[in-house]
């Protein structure tokens, strides 16, 4: 079964660090373009941070630019999100987003899917 697992969230004082893993897990043959997102409480899903497949390009939200940096290692079907400079408006549950090809039975596939969600929460 083919699952994106996120790990890496926690509590971290405001100007602290952490760094998100996102990893396909199951019969995957690779991941596209690895989309981050966050969802604070009440508030809608936003975006935070792209890293294309072969990781020559990026792309931030205004809010995260400068502290936050995505890479990835194709080799570990990983994806990583580096946060530091933390403050109290970037707690919220993190989610990678990414289309995963896979094998089922003989076919190759192609599907889209979310990371279970990890929580950040920065204190003041």
């Known amino acids: 079964q083919v699952q994106l697992v996120e790990s890496g969230g926690g509590l971290v004082q405001a100007g602290g660090s952490l760094r998100l893993s996102c990893a396909a897990s199951?019969?995957?043959?690779?991941?596209?373009?690895m989309g981050w997102f966050r969802q604070a409480p009440g508030k809608e899903r936003v975006f935070v941070a792209a890293?294309?497949?072969?990781?020559?390009?990026?792309l931030y939200a205004d809010s995260v630019k400068g502290r936050f940096t995505t890479s990835r290692d194709n080799a570990k079907n990983t994806v990583y999100l580096q946060m530091t400079g933390l403050k109290s408006e970037d707690t919220a549950v993190y989610y990678c987003?990414?289309?995963?090809?896979?094998?089922?039975?003989?076919?190759?596939?192609?599907?889209?899917?979310w990371g279970q969600g990890t929580q950040v929460t920065v204190s003041s």
């Open positions: 890293i294309s497949r072969s990781a020559v390009s990026t």
């Open positions: 199951g019969r995957t043959l690779g991941t596209y373009r």
């Open positions: 987003n990414t289309d995963v090809l896979f094998v089922e039975g003989l076919s190759t596939l192609r599907k889209n899917y």
